[in-house]
């Protein structure tokens, strides 16, 4: 069947907790739970045709509920920091949840991936099937201003994509930044670390972070720096080199005109088993975060 639906548990409130399946023909499988909108697995074949599961889950939502990295969460209403968790629209500020430091990180401690969101599946007219998460997040959710109704999409294509597709309106102006936070071993879930993986970066500027994480608002040209990566990179030579453990932002390059168009911002290959990821956006920059501070246990 492309799409199936399972329980997966239950939150303490009650609230029962689905876990949603999709299967292409062409082999991509993915399983995300309504928790978070979190993928769970993404199954990809090999050079072989062999399937491995390429993002790091856990096993039952007891786990989930028991703290975790963002494992695959829908992220947001802002993903990243904002500086002294505030910020002013229209001479008005507003004063949010400091979760990280003296920071925001991710919406806070209720943000969006706390969340249980309703799910509707379906297929494509082609037979692509696809799992649609739907909140809706109250005004003044997280400190945030208006009421924000959020669709969030993922759908397994013909061409052997996972296609991630946002959509939002709000009753106020608000800040809005969502991501989908998975972490990605293209050698496999308990492979062992993504060193060996090689990634580029179309992007000729980034901005560095602070050693808190928040972004130093000077942007730089990669040329000469250790930040590099327009060409292949091992990983493991590229966080030898960068500062911190945060990841630095890059920027797309982009012409004017292709502001709005969806463009290549990466490319990452595991030469071992072939597998290679490319990341399309039309967003203007992406943010590169290796995880080297994640625990090795989880």
Same mark, same amino acid.
């Given at each position: @069947?492309?799409?199936?639906?399972? #329980?997966?548990?239950?939150?303490?409130?009650?609230?029962?907790?689905?876990?949603?399946?999709?299967?292409?023909?062409?082999?991509?499988?993915?399983? #995300?739970?309504?928790?978070?909108?979190?993928?769970?697995?993404?199954?990809?074949?090999?050079?072989?045709?062999?399937?491995?599961?390429?993002?790091?889950?856990?096993?039952?939502?007891?786990?989930?509920?028991?703290?975790?990295? @963002?494992?695959?969460?829908?992220?947001? $209403?802002? %993903?990243?920091?904002?500086? /002294? !968790?505030?910020?002013?629209?229209?001479?008005?500020?507003?004063?949010?949840?400091?979760?990280?430091?003296?920071? *925001?990180?991710?919406? !806070?401690?209720? %943000?969006?991936?706390?969340?249980?969101?309703?799910?509707?599946?379906?297929?494509?007219?082609?037979?692509?099937?696809?799992?649609?998460?739907?909140?809706? &997040?109250?005004? /003044?959710?997280?400190?945030?201003?208006?009421? *924000?109704?959020?669709?969030?999409?993922?759908?397994?294509?013909?061409?052997?994509?996972?296609?991630?597709?946002?959509?939002?309106?709000?009753?106020?102006?608000?800040?809005? &930044?969502?991501?989908?936070?998975?972490?990605?071993?293209? %050698?496999?879930?308990?492979?062992?670390?993504?060193?060996?993986? @090689?990634?580029?970066?179309? %992007?000729?500027?980034?901005?560095?972070?602070?050693?808190?994480?928040?972004?130093? /608002?000077?942007?730089?040209?990669?040329?000469?720096?250790?930040?590099?990566?327009?060409?292949?990179?091992?990983?493991? +030579?590229?966080?030898?080199?960068?500062?911190?453990?945060? !990841?630095?932002?890059?920027?797309?390059?982009?012409?004017? +005109?292709?502001?709005?168009?969806?463009?290549?911002? #990466? $490319?990452?290959?595991?030469?071992?088993? /072939?597998?290679?990821?490319?990341?399309?956006?039309?967003?203007? &920059?992406?943010?590169?975060? &290796? #995880?080297?501070?994640?625990?090795?246990?989880?």
């Amino acid at each position: @069947m492309p799409v199936a639906r399972t #329980a997966f548990g239950t939150m303490p409130d009650g609230t029962s907790v689905d876990e949603i399946s999709l299967q292409h023909p062409n082999g991509l499988m993915l399983k #995300a739970i309504q928790y978070g909108g979190i993928i769970r697995e993404l199954h990809v074949p090999d050079r072989n045709g062999d399937l491995g599961d390429i993002v790091l889950g856990l096993p039952t939502l007891e786990a989930y509920l028991d703290g975790h990295p @963002m494992f695959g969460t829908i992220t947001g $209403r802002v %993903a990243g920091r904002i500086t /002294g !968790g505030t910020f002013r629209i229209d001479d008005q500020e507003y004063a949010l949840e400091q979760n990280n430091g003296g920071n *925001l990180l991710h919406g !806070g401690s209720q %943000a969006l991936d706390k969340q249980v969101w309703d799910a509707e599946t379906g297929e494509s007219e082609s037979g692509e099937p696809f799992v649609t998460f739907h909140h809706i &997040s109250p005004d /003044g959710a997280c400190g945030f201003p208006g009421e *924000l109704d959020i669709q969030v999409t993922y759908q397994l294509t013909d061409a052997s994509e996972l296609k991630i597709s946002y959509e939002a309106t709000t009753t106020k102006r608000t800040p809005l &930044s969502l991501t989908n936070h998975s972490y990605f071993n293209l %050698a496999g879930e308990g492979s062992g670390a993504i060193e060996n993986h @090689m990634l580029q970066i179309h %992007a000729d500027r980034y901005v560095p972070s602070e050693d808190d994480g928040t972004l130093t /608002g000077i942007m730089k040209d990669v040329t000469g720096t250790p930040n590099d990566a327009r060409e292949p990179r091992r990983i493991g +030579d590229l966080i030898a080199t960068i500062r911190g453990q945060h !990841g630095e932002h890059y920027f797309v390059n982009r012409t004017e +005109d292709e502001v709005k168009l969806l463009k290549p911002a #990466a $490319r990452v290959e595991e030469p071992d088993t /072939g597998r290679v990821m490319e990341v399309f956006t039309t967003a203007s &920059s992406v943010q590169f975060y &290796s #995880a080297v501070a994640l625990d090795e246990k989880v």
